[in-house]
């Protein structure tokens, strides 16, 4: 299914004078594209800070962020790297959360690579939930992206929000989790969410979870861990 267009939801839920400043700061964007970089902070003002704006969990200081990348012109690598750099955590955010739809602007699919590594060596949540988003988790290596998933689970990242998660889960990142969901139930720490979604693959290691006093394996992956073990020969009861 095809996402609404961030434009039409904008306009129906911006007050008329903040959308008034949002098609200004867009016309001009499109003049100047380097006259983002004073627009961009300038959203959390006009437009909302970390307001909702759908169902989805979409933000609208994101989207109006968005809508100003879209009305430029040109290159946007560098620009994308002045906004990332030069800002906060919303402008950062914002930042990651545009790079699928600015594909066609880089001079590579992977060319902003270096903001989401820059995001993942931090430890701030917010950052590491874009990071992960579906440029990151299209675009990372395979070791790159299982240490994101680690990470974001250590900071209490749920899992769900890591695009691509069920196509590059290998048994490597379920192993790696399985040692973090018994590392966290002996030190009586919540497990991180989603991290089922990963084990639901490899249901011996569910198995060896679910032997361990210490770890609440959840009663549905008691029922289908030991039939899918059998299905694949990995033993079970």
Same mark, same amino acid.
């Given at each position: 299914?095809? =996402?609404?267009?961030?434009?039409?939801? !904008?306009?129906?839920?911006?007050?008329?004078?903040?959308?008034?400043?949002?098609?200004?700061?867009?016309?001009?964007? #499109? &003049?100047?594209?380097?006259? +983002?970089?004073?627009?961009?902070?300038?959203?959390?003002?006009?437009?909302?800070?970390?307001? =909702?704006?759908?169902?989805?969990g979409r933000r609208l200081d994101d989207a109006c962020r968005a809508l100003l990348l879209d009305a430029?012109? $040109?290159?946007?690598?560098?620009?994308? $790297?002045?906004?990332?750099?030069?800002? $906060?955590?919303?402008?950062?955010?914002?930042?990651?959360?545009?790079?699928?739809?600015?594909?066609?602007?880089?001079?590579?699919?992977?060319?902003?690579? /270096?903001? +989401?590594?820059? &995001?993942?060596?931090?430890?701030?949540?917010?950052?590491?939930? &874009?990071?992960?988003?579906p440029y990151g988790g299209r675009h990372l290596d395979q070791d790159s992206f299982r240490r994101a998933?680690?990470?974001?689970?250590? *900071?209490? +990242?749920?899992?769900? #929000? !890591?695009?691509?998660?069920?196509?590059? =889960?290998?048994?490597?990142?379920?192993?790696?989790?399985?040692?973090?969901?018994?590392?966290?139930? /002996?030190?009586?720490?919540?497990?991180?969410? $989603?991290?089922? +979604?990963?084990?639901h693959d490899h249901p011996d290691l569910v198995l060896d979870l679910d032997a361990d006093e210490a770890?609440?394996?959840?009663?549905? /992956?008691?029922?289908?861990?030991?039939?899918? *073990?059998?299905?694949?020969?990995?033993?079970?009861?």
């Amino acid at each position: 299914m095809t =996402a609404p267009d961030p434009l039409s939801l !904008v306009r129906d839920v911006l007050p008329p004078a903040d959308l008034a400043w949002l098609e200004k700061a867009r016309a001009r964007a #499109a &003049a100047d594209p380097r006259s +983002v970089i004073l627009l961009f902070p300038a959203v959390g003002r006009h437009c909302g800070r970390r307001r =909702a704006l759908d169902a989805g969990g979409r933000r609208l200081d994101d989207a109006c962020r968005a809508l100003l990348l879209d009305a430029t012109t $040109g290159p946007v690598l560098d620009l994308l $790297g002045d906004l990332y750099h030069d800002g $906060g955590v919303d402008e950062r955010r914002a930042v990651l959360k545009a790079l699928p739809r600015l594909l066609d602007r880089l001079p590579a699919e992977s060319a902003a690579l /270096a903001l +989401v590594h820059d &995001a993942l060596r931090g430890d701030d949540p917010v950052l590491l939930e &874009a990071a992960v988003g579906p440029y990151g988790g299209r675009h990372l290596d395979q070791d790159s992206f299982r240490r994101a998933v680690l990470k974001c689970a250590l *900071a209490g +990242v749920p899992l769900t #929000a !890591v695009a691509t998660l069920r196509e590059r =889960a290998d048994r490597t990142l379920a192993r790696m989790l399985a040692g973090l969901v018994r590392d966290r139930a /002996a030190a009586g720490l919540d497990l991180p969410e $989603g991290v089922w +979604v990963v084990l639901h693959d490899h249901p011996d290691l569910v198995l060896d979870l679910d032997a361990d006093e210490a770890v609440r394996v959840p009663g549905e /992956a008691r029922t289908w861990a030991p039939r899918l *073990a059998r299905t694949l020969g990995m033993g079970g009861a």
